[in-house]
Structure formats: structure tokens, C-alpha cells
């Protein structure tokens, strides 16, 4: 399947990289030669959460086409570089050091995979390169320790999520949880967050499993969480392995199924594809931020949706589009690295860093930004964002009804 | 006369006698060269192929180890977890050893060769010759002056995003492959300028990568199958492995030497001693009779039985000449001879004897004149023709040989004949003298003689033959005696794994040894025999009683007990003996043989270095067999066979996935018996090809009758012996009548023991490729109890593997068995095919399987083997796959 696949992804990314810049180009050459202004892309394009990394693509080049149509910033285009780090950190690093030599790079929006963002960190404070996460929830990614800190985040907080997906469990009237988690710096972050969470109602987690990278199955962990009397699975995991914990839990007698509560990774990739029947016969919600469906501003989604169905020509019904969250996030995103370039009147990264902790507002997709961000607070958004979602029958997310 | 004779039969005869040997010799010289190059290139070829065969298989069973590194969940997930990967990598790669290995270093890199961890310290790899091949997805091993490197990419999400690398370096490559002890030096080539000298063997020490060149060696040079880039070489000095071939060239050139001399000795002798004294009788009596002149003397010369000859005639004559011609008076003389002197005439009739005559052969003179000499002298050889030229031509020549001579009770004696013949003169008709001698004394000292022949070249022991005559001999005397005889029987234990590993070589010293070693144990009126391989016997007589047997038992079993040095290696083996005692009343050594035989099988079966007495108890378990034979010839026209059914169930989803065939023996008064007890009978009295069809038949009838009875088609699995794969038209067979009951051969699975491949591997291989063929599905049975060689694996069209259930049966208290079934499902994984685990009892079995990657399980945690119909009911009441099954919570450690 990766064989058939990688070629036609280069293909279209390759694509896509011309597009951009041609548009870039187009629209310069009718005021100065003016040099464009990079924005990166590092992010799983090609492997298991491939579909997440084209989903902050489309964000990227819908605001991209926005921001140049109107005469770009500081009357220079916007242009975007990708760079495919398939999920592994040592390819990240490797794209963090490359994108910062390009000439004209302002800042290099992130992927879906927390254990990368995590290691990718000290490639971005040493280049000093602005980092804009619209994915990697981890909360050290943002809480990271670094003085000036590079890294901002327009998308979910673990520490917040964590306590959200608890929250709505305990709604359900589920006291006894159990969590099955990714063996990574992600699952960590959610251990902490969801055992403090409970903590706070005088609660502890069942029991908590972990699995490792390409597990070819969970179904002993989920056993052993039944056994200890969970009444539900808070899952944190990435696409491919998420599918072998749905298939797993499947598998058990219609009786013994438990309910799964996932963090939002397992939307990153081609997750419904090929379990559509298990995911019918499991009780899955998972986190979201964003839907077409049910937006938290619908004349601006709107709009949105309308430009995306004009570029992408797969969008369908607004039911189906792809990772939703992650086009809005890296909208959202370049959209305030506009503003936050404007307010600097440079393409200096220190000055663009300062200028995006001081912006005062911005109405955005999401909500509106009042501030964006602060010195001390770099995640933009907050739980207010956080819905609880489920598949349609065909792959596309739609939130609870009641939420 | 005579003095012109002997160099005259010396100059015809010495020439032509040193030229034939002479030639013989050179024929010989060049016979043993050519068969000692010839053998040598074999031995070496031999030992070549061995070494290539057991490089491949440690190399190939490395990589396999790398290749389930590389897919070891915690090694992804390695490549992933930058932060917390230092808590559990460094300690898995410290604690992991690749089988085979002796150091070296294991490694994991990212996707551009930078090393994430390894057991050891090293730089990256970024610019390795084989990085990019190995980042693209190539599985790469090289060797060079640098050692072997072996890498295996770390696929994740279908894509190489690491490597396992193996490095190791021409000293640890030298020691891993150090496995087996050759007769020669033994090299791994990997190029012309890289040469690991493996093995030293008998010439020289220096060990490293110096080349050498091939002047002066006999070599022999063998491609690893696995890894075409190696080279095995073996090679031995010219002069080393010819030493042999110039020894026995030396000493055939002085046998032939010391034959020259003894023939000519031989020639000398034999003119000196027959021809030219004879003639003097002769001539002398000639004259006599011609010229009456009885003053003729012969000077007494010779010696034996011609100087009593001649004195005897001189005597003779001296009383003709007083006697005048007094014909009683010269009988007189001639019977004072100790020899028979017989004169026929040329018909052969008998015309004179003398008193010697008379008195060997019983006959009275009268008896014998008249008789032809040719009905009473038989002659044995022919007769070596002297001529004497210039000899009177009235006495022609005297041929000496020997011959048998009848007489009168009926028996023979050996004679050595020397006659001469006198022409006819005057009125005096031709006749012959006949001179014979009684020489059974000396065919005595012969016969001891050509005993000397019926030795064993090998060790010097009596051989068969020999040990049989004295088996006769000394049971003949314990009869005399009524002392008792005891037949020892001793058998070399792992003899033939000893030869298998160190060579043919090693087993003939071992052999040697152990005879001294026998020898040197028993006493020397007793005899030590080889009767072939590493079988040996000992005949021990005069002994008072059975008391005296225990002692020289055990005192063989510690004679051989000591470890002997074969060629600088250490080699332990130990005896079983079998002992047959035969009371003076019933001597018959084929029974003794018999029993000792059997003794010694019951020795084995109860251990090695055992003794056992032959004793009625074994008698009647012989004779139980063979009433169980007699039975089991039976038991198919009587229809006493029937199978067992027992389910193979899927390991996760529990599902139905086949079922194995059993044969049971329901015999009329013993009941059950068990398959271990009657298929070797089977196999040996010839009916198990038989029996195996009638498994096949019945297992394809009941699989058409359950699928005609609704069930799904459920595959159906038989055991197939060894025997049954020795017939060529095994194939064929079982394809007639998968056809005649229309089951398709997707459904018939064959199983077939590990230790059956192992000792059958071309068999094999031609019957898998063709059951293959034709579409059946063939599993290895008892996977792990044989030699598990990784290259037959892959040489043979294999479908499945069945995990043997000793393995099974301890993997949850033994973690070495578990260890050995992950092994075995990695192994299996690798190479694509299914595994099925025997003999599961407990639901913690189980679970440890299912987390190895088990895929198939069958055992009494599901269902025992049972009749086709509770089988069927089993199936029906199953409502969900896992109904019998309680998973308990497993001590499997989450992280």
C-alpha cells in the first residue's frame, strides 16, 4: 500500500509546491521583484498519518492563496517549503536544520506527532526558527522550558485534553477508566494530564497499559484492563496503532466491548479505512476541535469551506472532509504569522516571536483571539474548542448530538 | 653338468622375474598415487562442502536473529521515542546476543545510519558503501578485509526508517565460524586479498589474512550456497598428503627387492635341492643298469631327505655290488627310506613300492603294485617344469610339487611330490620314479598362517570369519571342558555422531583405540573380533561360572569410559554390551549370537554404558513382539484400526482450522495399543506403507462424508512415515486416491516428523517438490527435537511448522522451552509460513503462544483426540470460538 501510495503523495506535494510558488511568483511580478517570504512545512506526509499532514497542507495554502491575493505581506509573497518527516524524529530534527538555511524562512508549521515536536526542539532554539504547531498536543511541546520560547500552538493542550476526555467520561457516569497509551513522550504527556484530572475527584485510573510502536496487537492490554473492572478505554494513539486497538476491541464478544474514549490522534491518518466495520461495532468518541458540520462561527467556516471546495476538488460533503481540525489550525496559524509579520515590519524571526506574543486580537475560524498569545501562554486555544466527535458510517466526523 | 645348469636357469628366469617386478612395481606406484589424489581431492571436497554447509547455516541463522531484531516492536518504537528510549534500549541491546556470535558489534541507526544504540561503542555508519542500499530497503551483508557486516532495515509504517547492523570483525568472524574440527586447514575466501584462515589442522598456526599462494597445496574450493561471495578452501600440502602414497611406495619397493633376492634363493635352491641330486640318482643309476657296473657311488650331498637318498643308494649299492645283483637286497634299501618310493610305467601303473609305502598309506605292497598311481595321487598344484638341458636325455627333468595322497582308511595325506621320468633303452620300457614325502606337518604351519589373512585390517582383531571359526572352536571345547563360553557383544555409543563431526579419519583411530583398549582388558586365550562398523565381540572361555561375567563387563565399559585423543581433540564415547552365556549342553552360536544380540539392544534401551545378560524375561519379550507382528499382520483384513480426530484450532479467534488424523489399534485382547508401541513394529515387518494408506483412505472418506453431512470442509492432516517416503511413487499414491474420493488436495495436509527430513533429506526434497506440485500442504512435525539445519528449510516447500509438544509442555515454568517456541514462530515468521503449537494443556500456554505470534494450537485444552462422531458433536455444541477457554490474568509485565 505505501509503495502505491508514496509516489502519488510526492507527486501531489510536488504539485502543490509549484502551485504555491507560481501563484507566488504571479502575483509579485506586478508590483516588485520582491523576494517571497518561506513558510516550512514539517510534517508526516507520506506514512501512516499522512492524511493529517495534508489536512495542515490545505490550511497552509488555503491562507497562503488568502494572504497573496490581496497583496501579500509587506508586499512580499508568501511561498511554502515542505519537508515529509513520516512520524520519525531523527527525520525532523534533520528538517528542522535544513529549512532554517533556506533564504527568507520565517517559521515552519509542525505535524501531528508530539514525540517528534518534542525531539524537533532543540533544532528550533538553536536556529532559532518560529515553530507554529497546529496538531502535536503534547503539553511539553509548548511547555517547554525554553526562555525565549519559539513554539506556538494553535490546537489542543493534553493537560487540557486530558482533563476534557475525564470530564466527558465522568459525564457518561464513568468512574472506573482505563488508559491505553502510546509508549511515547505523547502518552507520558496524557498519563500526567488524565491521572491529574482524576486526581483532583479523588480518583485514580484503573489501570494504565502501553503499547509499543507498530504493535501488531493490544488485545492482553485491553484484557487486562477489563480485568481490573474499567468501564471505558481512554486511548492516545497515533492512526495505525489506533486501528489495532479498535480491531482488537472489536474482536471481544459483543458483551465484553467497552467503550473507547480517544484523544483526537487517531484522526490524523487514513484511520477509517479498512475497520469501518469495527468501528461501527465499538462505542468510539473521540476528541475534535473543528467540524464543518457543527462550526463554532458558521459564516466564517462558510467562507472557508467554499475557498477549500474551490482548491480541493475531493471535498464533497462538508461531513467528509478530511482532518477538519487540522486545515482550521494551520489556517488560523498563518493567518497570525501574517498579522504578527505586519506588526513587526520585518521578516526578522526574533521580531516576528516578539510580535506574535504581543498581537491584541484576532478573529479567527476557531473563535475569536483575544489575545492570541502572551509571553507565558503559547497554546491559543483552550477547552472552550474541545467537542466530543464520531465517525459517520462513510469516515467523516461529526461531533456528539448534545454537545 | 649341474654346475652349468644353475647359471643358466638363473640367467633365463632372474631377468624376466626382475623385469615383471620391476614393472609390477612401477603399475603399483602409479595405481596408489592417482587413488591416494583421488581420495584426497574427495576428503577434501568432502570437508569443503561440510564447512560451507556449516558456515551457511551459523551465518543464516545470525541474520535470522538480526531480522527478528529489526522487527521487535520495541526497537520501532525505539525509533520514535527520542526521550525515552535511553530507559529501555541501551539495556536491551546489552542484554541481546546474536546466536553464534562471540562478540561484535549490534546496532541500531536511524534512517541515515547514525547509531541510536548499540551494545557496544563505534561510530555512525552515514558513510557505509552499503548505506543507501540498505536505506532503500536491502537487506545487506558484505564481507571484506573488514570481517562481515550484516544489516537488516528497520521497516515502519512500510518504510526503512532505521538499521540493525552486525558488524564483526575477522577475529570474531574467525570464532563464530570456528565451529567444527577438520583433518586440514580450512579457509573462508572472500576475495583474493581477504582469506580467513579458519582452521589450522595439521599444518601451521598463523591464523590471520595472509594469503598464500596454492603452489605446493592441494586445495579444494567449495561457494557457501547462502552467501556466493564466500569462498570455503580447503587445502592441504602436497607433501603432507602424499607422505602416505610415498611410504607405501618405499615399502613396495623393497618387498619387491626382498622378493628378487628370495627368488632367486628360491631358484638356487630348487636346482640345488631337486634337480641336480636327483639327476645323480639318476645318472647313476643309469649307469648301472647300462653297464652293469656297480662301482658307481654317489658322494652323499643334501641334506634331508636326499642326503638319506643318497646314502641309502650308496648303501644300496654297496650291498648290489656284494650281492651282485641281488634285487631283494636293493628293496631292502628302498625300504629302508622314510619316503615313498614308487616306479610306474608310463600308464601309470605301479610297478614297484617300498616299504615306507606300505607303512603311511596302510596299503600292503602287494595292494599297491598294479594300482595306477593317478587313482591315489591327487596333485594339488602344477608342476613347476624344470628342464635340464644337457642332462642324459634318457632321464627327462624332475618336476616337484605337491599333491594329496589317498590312503587306505579313506583319508588323504600331503605329499610333496618329485618324480622323474626314464626314457626307454635297450629292452628296459620308459618309466617314472616317484618320490613322495608326508608334509602334513608343514600344510599345519600353513593353515596358521593364512588364519593370519582373517584379520581385520583395521584394528587387527579377528574379523567375522575368523571370530566364527574360534566361536565354533571354543564351544567344541567347552563341551570337552564343561566350563562355560560367554559371547560379549559391544556396541560404540554416538560412534556414529563422532564420525559425522570429526570424519571417517578420526573414526578409524577411535576404532584402533578402543581394540587396544579391548585387547589390553581381556586375556589373551580369549578373542577379540570386529564384526564390522563399530560392532565388536568377545569369546571368553573356561569360565566356571555366570559370576565371572559382571567383572569383565564392567571392566570393558571402564576401559572405554576414559576420553581418547583423536587428533588432538577430546572425544568421550562409552559401550553397551550385550552378554549370551551358552551351558556346555546346547552350544549353537547362532543362537548365542542371537541373544547377545538382543542383550545388547535391551542394554541401549536402558541407557548408555549399560551391560545387559541375555535372560528368559527377554526371551519372552521377544516373543511377545513377535506375536504383536504376528497380530498387527491381522489387524487390517480384521478391521481393528480406526482414527481419532483432534482439532487445530486459530490461536486468536479460536476458529476451527483443521483437524489431525489419528491412527488407534483396537487389538481383540490387549485393547488400546498405543501408535509408539505399533508403528515401528509396522515399519519393520513391512506393512506401514500399507497401513498409511488405509489412514489416507479413511481420513479422505470421512472428510467427504462430513462435508456431505453438511459441516464445512474441514482440513484433515495424516502422519506420514519415513518408510512411506523411501517409495518414490509416494506422490502418485496419495494423489490416486485424494482423486477417487474427489477431495481436493487443498485439504489434505501431510505431516512428517523432523527427524524423518533429516535422515531422508534427498527423499524428501523429491517428494515435497512434488506433493507440492500438486497442491498439498506439508507440515514438519516435532519441529525443534531434530538437527534444526535453517538451510533445508529453506530448501524445501514447507507449509507449516508444529511446535513439538515437549516444548509446550514446560514453555510456562522453563523460560529456556519458551524461548525455543518464540524462536521457532519467529522463525516460521520469517520465513512466511504458519506455526502450530502441539500439546497445549493450560490457558497460561496459551496466552504465552498468543503473545509469541502462535498462530495455530491444538491440544486438550481444546479437545483429545476422539471418534469421527464426538468429534462432530464437539464442533456443533461449540456456540462461540473461545466457550471453553479462561484467559487468567497473565504475569505479563505492561512496560
Known sequence: ?403 | MPSKLLPRVLWRVLPCTIAALLGIWVFASYVVTDTVSAELERALSREAEKAAEATGTKLTSAILALEGLAQNDLIVNGLVDVEGRANYLPTFFQSFHVPGTVGGRVALTDYRGRVIASNGKGGDYTDAPWLKRALAGERVTEFGSFGMVSVIPVIWQGHPEGLIVMEQDPIDLQQMLKVISFAHAVEIWINDSARFHLFSGSSGTDHHTKPRDSAGWVTAEVKVPEFPNLRIVVKQRTEDAFATSKRLDRLMLIAIVMSILAITGGIIATAVFATKPLNRFVETLQKISHAENLGHRIAPFGSAEFHVLSSSLNHMLENLEKTTTSRDYFNTVLNSLSEILLITDFSGRIGMANRAASEITHWSIEELVGLNIDTILRVDSAPQYISRPGADKSVKATPSYEGFLAVKDGKEISVQVSSARMAQRGDMPARKIYVLSDITERKQAEQQLSDLARLDTLTDLANRSLFYQRLHEALAQAQRTGRMVALLLLDLDRFKEINDTLGHPAGDALLREVAVRLCETMRETDTVARLGGDEFAIIATNLESLDGIGPIANKLIEAIAPPFHLDGQEVRSSTSIGVSVCPPEEANPDVMLTHADFALYQAKAEGRGNWQFFDEDMNGQRKARKALEADLERAIANDQFTLFYQPKVHAVTGELTGVEALIRWHHPERGMVSPMEFIPIAESVGRIVELGEWVMRTACAQHVAWREAGLPAIPISVNLSAVQFKNDGLAETIHAITSEFGVDPAYLELEITESTIIHNLDAVARQFEALHALGYKVLIDDFGTGYSSLAYLRRFPIDALKIDRSFVANMTENPDDASITGAIVSLARSLGIDVVAEGVETPEQLALLRRQGCTEVQGYLFKPPVPADDFVEWLQARSRPWDELVIEESDFAAS
Request: hydrophobic share 45%; proline share 6%.
Open chain 1, 1 to 403: 500500500m505505501s509503495l502505491l501510495r508514496a509516489p502519488l503523495l510526492s507527486r501531489r506535494l510536488v504539485l502543490a509546491v509549484c502551485c504555491a510558488g507560481l501563484a507566488g511568483l504571479g502575483l509579485a511580478r506586478g508590483a516588485t521583484a520582491a523576494e517571497p517570504i518561506v513558510v516550512g512545512l514539517d510534517a508526516d506526509m507520506s506514512a501512516g498519518a499522512a492524511q493529517g499532514g495534508e489536512a495542515i497542507r490545505r490550511g497552509i495554502v488555503l491562507a497562503i492563496d488568502e494572504i497573496n491575493a490581496a497583496g501579500g505581506v509587506l508586499g512580499r509573497p508568501l511561498e511554502l517549503a515542505i519537508r515529509d518527516h513520516r512520524g520519525n524524529p531523527a527525520r525532523g530534527i534533520d528538517n528542522i536544520n535544513e529549512l532554517a538555511e533556506l533564504p527568507g524562512l520565517v517559521a515552519v508549521v509542525g505535524g501531528i506527532h508530539t514525540p517528534v515536536a518534542i525531539a524537533e526542539l532543540e533544532a528550533i532554539h538553536r536556529n532559532r526558527v518560529i515553530y507554529l504547531g497546529p496538531w502535536a498536543a503534547g503539553t511539553p511541546v509548548t511547555d517547554n522550558g525554553y526562555d525565549p520560547n519559539y513554539v506556538f500552538r494553535v490546537s489542543v493542550r493534553d493537560e487540557l485534553a486530558g482533563g476534557f476526555l475525564v470530564e466527558k467520561a465522568l459525564e457518561r457516569g464513568f468512574t472506573r477508566l482505563g488508559l491505553l497509551l502510546w509508549r511515547t513522550a505523547w502518552g507520558r504527556s496524557n498519563e500526567q494530564a488524565m491521572t491529574d484530572a482524576l486526581a483532583v475527584r479523588g480518583l485514580e485510573p484503573v489501570g494504565v497499559e502501553w503499547f509499543n510502536t507498530a504493535t501488531p496487537d493490544v488485545a492482553e492490554q485491553i484484557q487486562r484492563l477489563a480485568d481490573r473492572g474499567a468501564e471505558a478505554i481512554m486511548l492516545v494513539a497515533n492512526p495505525v496503532d489506533g486501528a489495532v486497538a479498535i480491531r482488537d476491541m472489536a474482536q471481544r464478544p459483543p458483551k465484553e466491548r467497552l467503550p473507547v474514549i480517544s484523544h483526537w490522534g487517531i484522526t490524523g491518518g487514513d484511520f477509517h479505512r479498512g475497520i469501518a466495520a469495527e468501528i461501527a461495532a465499538v462505542d468510539l468518541t473521540f476528541l475534535q476541535t473543528f467540524s464543518f458540520v457543527e462550526p463554532p462561527i458558521p459564516a466564517r467556516a462558510e467562507r472557508l469551506l467554499h475557498a477549500y471546495c474551490a482548491r480541493f476538488k475531493d471535498c464533497g460533503d462538508a461531513a467528509n472532509i478530511i482532518s477538519p481540525a487540522g486545515t482550521a489550525h494551520a489556517y488560523e496559524l498563518i493567518q497570525l504569522l501574517k498579522l504578527a509579520i505586519e506588526a513587526a515590519g520585518s521578516v526578522d524571526r526574533e521580531e516576528v516571536r516578539a510580535a506574535l506574543e504581543s498581537l491584541e486580537r484576532y478573529d479567527g475560524i476557531m473563535k475569536n483571539y483575544r489575545p492570541p498569545f502572551t509571553a507565558a501562554r503559547r497554546d491559543a486555544l483552550d477547552r472552550t474548542s474541545f467537542t466530543l466527535s464520531r465517525f459517520t458510517p462513510e469516515g467523516g466526523i461529526v461531533p456528539v448530538e448534545g454537545e
